[in-house]
């Protein structure tokens, strides 16, 4: 079983609406509820592909009651924490008239200390019988920013190797404490930076449409990685393209391919389209570190 873990999911509320014109009472005409954040992308399509996948976390209220019912309809199953606070919601507003789309986000939840602590618990017990564990976004309010590497070292410990998506210094503490993969949640240059640091196993970046991943034996490339979406869905698929290989040990060259066919093949919706996924894995181009061969 992967076991993905999203400490800040969100709800996505869409509204559809006739018009919108700020200051008066607006007609909405359709509403529509979504469940966001990187680890619940990751689990979905991960699960697209057939894997045994449970996504975990937080979640509380009846945002959170909408988070799992929308996981469940996709066939996702969920074991998350509950929390006293309210997940987290954005409101998405389009206007009928032309499309344009007005967003209002609300802040993360507070977490308690006694909620860290029957997070901690949950998640012990989720690493016996996990194959991997998937560590993805951003941190809520009142969470230590050191508890990705918290999580690292409890499943490094248990032999369970560990992916990382994160940014800033929730990323730098995971990473120093061996997770197999890192992908920063940004473009740049962190992966470099990361990898002189050490601790980390391999460090995956996305470059314009091509993915590095920097690895102990040099640094390996695959290109094109494109498609309709934006950059975070990219990554993301990413990241659910490189849990397999890691699961289970593939070579360098056939986790570059599945990861950027995965990602390109995902549409705006944000669902992997399995048919274009494999009319572009013969597609991808594999450039080897010096000595090493593409397989």
């Not at 449970?54 to 929390?83: C, D, H, M, Y």
């Not at 309210?86 to 389009?94: D, N, Y």
């Not at 007005?102 to 029957?118: A, H, Q, V």
Request: glycine letters at 14%; a negative charge; proline letters at 6%.
């Amino acid at each position: 079983m992967i076991v993905t873990v999203t400490l800040n999911p969100t709800l996505r509320v869409e509204y559809d609406a006739e018009r919108v014109v700020p200051g008066e009472s607006n007609r909405v005409r359709r509403v529509g509820y979504a469940a966001g954040g990187r680890g619940l992308a990751v689990a979905r399509y991960l699960h697209t592909f057939g894997h045994d996948v449970v996504a975990a976390g937080l979640a509380g209220g009846s945002a959170g009651e909408l988070i799992k019912a929308e996981l469940a309809r996709a066939g996702v199953p969920t074991q998350f924490t509950p929390i006293a606070a309210e997940s987290r919601r954005v409101l998405a507003i389009a206007d009928g008239r032309d499309g344009q789309l007005t967003s209002f986000s609300e802040p993360s939840p507070y977490i308690t200390t006694e909620e860290l602590g029957r997070l901690a618990v949950d998640y012990l017990a989720m690493l016996d019988g996990a194959t991997a564990v998937v560590l993805c976004g951003s941190l809520p309010d009142g969470m230590p920013e050191e508890i990705y590497g918290s999580f690292v070292s409890y499943a490094t410990g248990a032999g369970v190797p560990v992916i990382l998506e994160a940014g800033g210094s929730a990323l730098r503490y995971g990473a120093a404490r061996g997770p197999a993969l890192v992908m920063p949640d940004a473009d740049g240059r962190d992966g470099e930076v990361l990898t002189q640091a050490g601790g980390s196993g391999s460090v995956v970046v996305l470059a314009a449409d091509t993915v590095r991943a920097l690895t102990p034996a040099g640094e390996w490339q695959a290109a094109p990685v494109v498609g309709p979406v934006d950059r975070e869905t990219v990554r993301d698929a990413l990241v659910a393209g490189f849990v397999p290989g890691i699961t289970l040990g593939w070579t360098w060259p056939d986790m570059l391919r599945h990861a950027a066919a995965l990602a390109g093949s995902v549409l705006p919706s944000g669902e992997a389209d399995l048919t274009a996924y494999e009319a572009l894995l013969g597609g991808i181009t594999v450039t080897a570190p010096a000595g090493a061969g593409t397989g």
